[in-house]
């Protein structure tokens, strides 16, 4: 699966605040990759419609078994109700077994600054490991 560009699915006002979560999300081994993907078209599909999303982008690495997933919200209530969702929720629940620890880290932007920095969201995972 090859990186998926930054996708809006809203326009807020450029001076509104949203909620950026970059995750960082290894896996076991390459066995688990077939599943992992699986998940991630299935919840790629529950992003379309997800109420509150701004915007995403999904960084793959397959070679290093680890994938990011950086997005913007309007705000955490919503993106913690799409994590709770399904099938957000089940295929999560499926995969989590065959990942290696995960890494979220979230902070507050301006939908102007979106669409969001690799750099910037890669730095701030280092920075809590």
Same mark, same amino acid.
């Given at each position: ?31 688990? $990759?077939? /599943? &992992?993907? *699986? +998940? ?7 992003? =379309? ?29 919503? $993106?913690? /109700? &799409?994590? *709770? +969702? ?7 629940? =499926? ?31 280092? /920075?809590?490991?």
């Amino acid at each position: 699966m090859p990186a998926l560009p930054w996708v809006y699915r809203t326009r807020p006002p450029a001076d509104r605040d949203c909620v950026m979560m970059v995750s960082r999300l290894p896996l076991r081994g390459y066995r688990y $990759l077939p /599943a &992992f993907m *699986r +998940a991630t078209m299935k919840i790629r599909r529950q992003l =379309a419609t997800a109420d509150g999303l701004i915007g995403y982008a999904l960084d793959a690495h397959p070679l290093a078994k680890t994938f990011w997933t950086l997005s913007a919200w309007e705000s955490r209530a919503a $993106l913690d /109700a &799409f994590s *709770r +969702a399904d099938p957000h929720r089940g295929q999560t629940d =499926a995969i989590r077994p065959h990942m290696r620890p995960t890494t979220f880290v979230f902070w507050d932007a301006r939908v102007g600054d979106l669409p969001g920095d690799w750099a910037e969201a890669r730095r701030r995972v280092t /920075a809590v490991n």
